[in-house]
């Protein structure tokens, strides 16, 4: 059984930046994939960025060049470097991962991120 918790979230202005880290525990930290998602209220739950095992990385068209995803395998946790956020960044960030083997999902409870002025 995994436990993902995340934290980092937070209200930032416009422009501004935010580190999430998604701490993982009850698995080594050696999955098929690691994700993040959003979801804003009154809408789908989306896909942001996501990590591969091999280490290839890929973002949504919206976050691209602004957002980056990274992992420390050393502290089991996963990031999203975000910057130059704007209004419709906000949304409850969540991660995911799938397990390697079996491929089991797991979802983390999700951090909120405001981004006003």
């Known amino acids: 059984q995994v436990q993902l918790v995340e934290s980092g979230g937070g209200l930032v202005q416009p422009g501004g930046s935010l580190r999430l880290s998604c701490a993982a525990s009850?698995?080594?930290?050696?999955?098929?994939?690691m994700d993040w998602y959003r979801q804003a209220p009154g809408k789908q739950r989306e896909f942001v960025a996501g990590?591969?095992?091999?280490?290839?990385?890929n973002y949504a068209d919206s976050v691209k060049g602004r957002f980056t995803i990274s992992r420390d395998i050393a502290k089991n946790t996963l990031y999203l470097q975000m910057n130059n956020l704007k209004p419709e960044d906000t949304a409850v960030y969540l991660c995911?991962?799938?397990?390697?083997?079996?491929?089991?999902?797991?979802w983390g409870q999700g951090t909120q991120v405001t981004v006003s002025s």
């Open positions: 009850g698995s080594t930290f050696n999955f098929y994939t």
């Open positions: 995911k991962v799938v397990t390697q083997g079996d491929l089991s999902t797991y």
């Open positions: 990590l591969a095992g091999s280490g290839r990385t």
